[in-house]
């Protein structure tokens, strides 16, 4: 084997073992849980000497054919590739203890190609190979849904399916585009500059990166997938593989297919994206009453920040946006375990049910709550660093408005986290709920790792920011080394105040409504104004999906009244009405006199021979 060809090892191993895991029969579970986690292990040791050499490339034919099938190692590619196979493994060692029904075998098996997918789009060298991975990304998003086993299950995999393979629809056109410009699908050496058509083609291409990432307004799916799908899938897809990904492609789109420059036209469109998501996402978070679905509004908002940071085109904002896709993946993840967890043992993820879970649950509770600390960019957290540095990078570019719309996303987020961890475990115990005990070491090991990378990547942010500052373009190396990095600063201050608004905040909604942690945000909800908005958007008023389908009913609707109704009644009136009164016309002229008749013969004899002798 050529020391290019060890790239092929990321993307086969996991689709292999993922086979193989699909054809043991679940008499055997325990075994085809060993050779998950066997894999996803040996996947993290490959992957991690990959740091031992240098970069390699790959290039074949692709199947026989003259189109090039080409894999290429960098350092970004390594970066991702490493979190990837930690993130597979996790999930995997979690999955295996808690799905013990016979759909954990599709599970294990989908979570592997996927893994294996996931692999082949970070290595691709080429926008045909990125797509042909890409693609395959979306079959298994299908698939992962439908394991939920409800009624509504298929038919949020069918939203999610529409959804995001329309963003990949579109990457598809940016792509082709891409192609008319510079006559080749691989990726350059020097990126294209933002103008004509390159214009067109990057914001097609964006779309899709955005898309998969679970950006607006094409991010609806996913709270319906929270109810619908394993909780296993929300902390594998939107919480870690769909953030890594999606916003790997952004990076390697803004820096290396095209060239982003701060403050043009195409920076403002990503950073008023980001704000947006951010916004708008973490509002609906703070009014959910169902854990599961909190968190996939978080999993949108959170999109908001990354998409933000790299939108500021800054040095400041592009490392804090890498890094807040790392932290995110990290907590968001952890989150979603936890709350996979507590419903295994209560049976339900309803914050009005829930309470004073934090003696049965400790570590659990414990995890949750750094994990939650380390979302709403708390010091010393990992999240803390990342917020801080896009804020610094939104300031950097002159725009105030956006920094602001970080803060205010870092407000309702804490307030969101509030509720949430006063609801689950330290508020007063629910009477209704049965006693339960904490979950197995299995499941609690990804959760205590992922809470401890929180941690450590907080107090020694250093170590990942050294790492992620060698993606930033070279254009903007020069800068990175004169940011200041302060633990404490006016940005900081900021931060802090914000915080103290959200306990605020979430102490008047929790003392107005009878003490109850789960009726905390209805001060919000119940604004004037906010009110209005919020109940259009409960009824779904926002969702584009929604909307499409109303559209394509009236649009249907109308053609069928307009057309076939239409063409009907035409036939109706012209052709049959129209035929019987010619037919009663001419019954008129049937008398039942032989005389007439031999008239009518006559005159049609002579009319004959007229038409004969013309001719």
Known sequence: MSNGSILLIPILLPVIAGIICYCIPDGLRKFRNVIALISGFALFLIVANFYKSGNLIYVSNWFFSTIVFSLKEDSFSRFIL????????????????????????????????????????????????????????????????????????????????????????????????????????????????????????????????????????????????????????????????????????????????????????????????????????????????????????????????????????????????????????????????????????????DLKSLGGLYKEMPITGLCFIICSCAISGIWPLNGYISKEMIIDGCLETGYKIFAISAWLGAIFTFASFLKAMHSIFLGERNVSTPRVKEVGLPMLLPMIILALLCIIFGLFSSIPLVVISKFVPQGHMLHLSSHPLNLFNTVSGITILCLIAAFLLHRYGWL?????????????????????????????FFDIYEQAIKFVKVFALALYYGFDRSSDWLYEKLVVESGIKMIKSLKSLHRGFISEYVGWIFIGMLVIAIFMFIL
Not at 195 to 210: E, N, R
Not at 252 to 273: R, T
Not at 525 to 537: D, E, M, Q, R, W
Request: proline letters at 3%.
């Open 512 to 540: 107005k409504n009878d003490r109850k942690p789960y009726l905390a945000s209805e001060v919000v909800h119940n604004l004037p104004v906010i009110h209005t908005i919020y109940n259009l958007a409960e009824r779904r």
């Open 82 to 349: 490493l979190w990837l196979s930690v993130f597979s493994f996790l999930i995997t060692l979690y999955v295996s203890a808690r799905m013990a029904n016979e759909r954990s075998r599709e599970f294990i098996t989908y979570l592997l190609i996927t893994c294996g997918f996931a692999c082949g789009a970070v290595l691709a060298n080429s926008l045909l190979v990125l797509l042909f991975f890409w693609e395959g990304l979306l079959i298994t998003l299908y698939l992962f849904i439908c394991l939920g086993g409800k009624k509504s299950s298929h038919r949020t995999a069918l939203k999610g399916f529409i959804l995001v393979g329309f963003c990949d629809f579109c990457f598809i056109l940016g792509v082709i585009l891409y192609w008319r410009i510079t006559g080749s699908f691989d990726f350059p050496d020097s990126p294209v500059a933002l103008k004509g058509v390159g214009i067109l083609s990057f914001s097609l291409m964006v779309l899709g990166a955005t898309g998969k990432a679970g950006a607006l307004p094409f991010h609806t799916w996913i709270p319906d997938a929270a109810i619908d799908a394993p909780v296993g899938f929300m902390a594998f897809l939107p919480g870690a593989f769909e953030k890594l990904i999606g916003i790997y492609l952004l990076v390697k789109i803004c820096f290396n297919l095209f060239s982003l420059v701060p403050g043009s036209g195409a920076s403002m469109g990503l950073m008023i994206l980001g704000a947006f998501t951010i916004v708008i996402a973490v509002c609906m978070a703070l009014i959910q009453k169902d854990i599961k679905r909190l968190l996939s509004y978080h999993a949108i908002s959170q999109v908001g920040y990354m998409i933000l940071g790299i939108g500021t085109g800054v040095p400041a904002g592009i490392v804090g946006g890498i890094f807040h896709m790392l932290n995110h993946a990290i907590y968001k993840s952890a989150l979603f375990l936890g709350a996979g967890s507590v419903e295994q043992r209560t049976g339900t993820t």
